[in-house]
């Protein structure tokens, strides 16, 4: 069952893209090296940069904007309709664009965007996943106003983009074989941890769990944890059977999105990002010494894995 619920969270969410205008954006910084990127890793990442923050860090969804409802976030993480879309703010999605533009270009990788966005959610975990997911994908798909309704123009889309790191090395702007997409694959990293985080109660996470002091968390979410682990090449058969099926359902064959298949392979290594966020911050809190050895391995984006 767990399974059939993320094979429709990629339908409706990370796959079923509106078609996106073609050749007006451009990201300028491709890199010539492929990456296999490591969501176990990246999830460290960000487990070590909270553990280091200056704040205290917690989960609770009550400091949104809009009060927090389990339907209607996971609408507005299928981005359903129009309405669902606008629904869910944290109030700083604009203070943070405005950082992300004073950045060099081909600076901003995914530690350094989590940093800023938990600096301003103050230490809320939530908030800062949910910042930067809402301002993304607002961005990367504002021209689908039916469901976004986000004033934005191509060429300011390009240039908040361009502010990011390649995250894959197989972008389309490298030619020939290469599909990927930049803006698609930065605005899903963020989705995962946040789909995760909805099974847990709004307790800050310091303590041990078996202290009981930590957070209530829902007794079937290590089963469904582990139901996220799959084997290699089963991931390798969804991403061809979602490819085949998307195009089914979209009417367009599987040339409708060309990199349907890269971005499973990548929401499965997101699916593992939010697995180690929720072990590391709330299963087994890391320690404040382990979190500056895993950063300094951060710094140098071990998260990236060379193909």
């Known amino acids: 069952m767990v399974r059939r619920h993320f ?25 010539n090296q492929e990456y296999n ?4 890793a990246l999830g460290q990442c960000f487990v070590a940069a909270t553990v280091l923050s200056n704040n205290e860090y917690s989960l609770s969804k009550s400091k949104m904007i809009s009060p927090y409802h389990d339907d209607l976030f996971k609408k507005y993480l299928n ?32 530690i350094t ?3 800023k966005s938990l600096e301003l959610s103050k230490g809320n975990v939530w908030n800062a996943f949910l910042c930067i997911f809402d301002l993304l994908r ?25 502010k990011f790191i390649d995250i894959r090395g197989d972008l389309k702007e490298r030619g020939g074989k290469f599909v990927g997409d930049h803006t698609g694959s930065w605005y899903r990293i963020w989705l ?29 979410l290590r089963d469904q944890i582990a139901l996220l682990y799959l084997p290699e090449k089963l991931v390798i058969a969804r991403a061809g059977v979602i490819t085949a099926e998307y195009g089914k359902v979209m009417g367009g064959g599987t040339a409708y999105e060309p990199d349907a298949a890269g971005k499973v392979r990548l929401d499965e290594q997101f699916m593992t990002t939010g697995t180690s ?27 990236l894995e060379k193909r």
């Open 138 to 162: 607002n961005n990367a798909r504002f021209y689908d106003s039916p469901r976004y309704n986000y004033p934005e123009f191509f060429k300011n889309v390009e240039g908040l983009f361009n």
């Open 37 to 40: 990127l490591n969501g176990a």
């Open 79 to 110: 981005a359903d309709d129009g309405e669902s879309t606008t629904r869910y703010k944290t109030g700083y999605e604009e203070d943070l664009k405005a950082w992300i533009l004073k950045q060099p270009d081909n600076s901003i990788d995914p």
């Open 277 to 303: 966020v929720i072990d590391g911050l709330w299963f087994a809190p890391m320690a404040k010494d382990e979190a500056r050895q895993v950063m300094e391995k951060c710094k140098q984006r071990n998260y």
């Open 113 to 115: 965007l989590y940093q």
């Open 7 to 31: 094979i429709l969270l990629f339908f409706l969410c990370c796959l079923s893209s509106p078609t996106w205008p073609g050749g007006i954006t451009t990201y300028k910084y491709p890199s």
């Open 192 to 220: 995962f941890p946040l789909y995760l985080m909805t099974h847990l109660d709004e307790k800050p996470a310091r303590l041990p769990l078996s202290t009981n002091k930590c957070c209530h968390i829902n007794v079937n």
